[in-house]
């Protein structure tokens, strides 16, 4: 065999262990099995030692679910906020997203804002993603350092920070420089508003949002 020839075979039969990273959350448990919602996906239901988009359910308990990808093993928990898991970040190299509404017309799934899990609510009144202030501190924003902005609150003017984010990232479409506000206040969701969802051509049937990627 050659000695190119080797290198490539090489290459090929590491290919597989090299795990991708997923977010992870655990949105309920069905007696022995966990309804998992990864990395963007519709809530799939699994069991121990079956596996969805290449997390594997290792035990479920009363109220969490321990995952594997690869040789990473994490603890999800009911009600917590998705947690990373797997040994490196993917590319991104996709321009399609599929979304699927809840029972009360939402939009609302997991990503990734620099690199960081977060939860997001598609909202196409907004102008901006908006995100509170307690997400932006888990996920090491440096909001500080950005636009003070004024903006109205449910308990009346508040302060925001304006902010250019490094990258949003859904499944596996990623997009960079993404303006956004950090908000006073805390909120249920991180808002997914124009900003981002301006540069994709969106279409609506009946409970699925697609989202096209412009360029």
Do not use: C
Request: no cysteine; hydrophobic share 45%; aromatic share 4%.
């Amino acid at each position: 065999m050659q000695p190119l020839a080797s290198l490539l075979l090489a290459a090929l039969s590491l290919a597989p262990a090299l795990a991708a990273a997923q977010a992870v959350a655990l949105s309920g448990v069905l007696g022995s099995k966990a309804l998992l919602v990864v990395d963007g996906s519709a809530p799939r239901v699994l069991g121990p030692g079956e596996e969805h988009l290449g997390v594997k359910v290792i035990a479920v308990g009363r109220d969490d679910a321990t995952v594997q990808i690869g040789t990473d093993r994490r603890v999800v928990r009911l009600g917590e906020a998705p947690v990373s898991v797997g040994g490196g970040r993917p590319g991104a190299s996709g321009r399609r997203i599929v979304l699927t509404a809840d029972s009360r017309g939402h939009f609302i799934n997991t990503g990734l804002i620099n690199g960081q899990v977060m939860q997001y609510m598609v909202d196409t009144g907004a102008s901006t993603v908006a995100i509170g202030r307690p997400d932006a501190d888990r996920m090491g924003l440096d909001y500080a350092s950005g636009q003070p902005v004024r903006m109205g609150t449910a308990n009346g003017v508040g302060t925001g920070w304006r902010l250019k984010l490094d990258s949003v990232r859904i499944g596996d479409v990623e997009v960079f420089g993404v303006e956004a506000i950090v908000t006073s206040q805390p909120m249920p969701f991180v808002l997914l508003g124009n900003s981002f969802l301006a540069e994709f051509q969106m279409t609506r049937n009946s409970d699925q949002m697609v989202l096209e990627k412009r360029r």
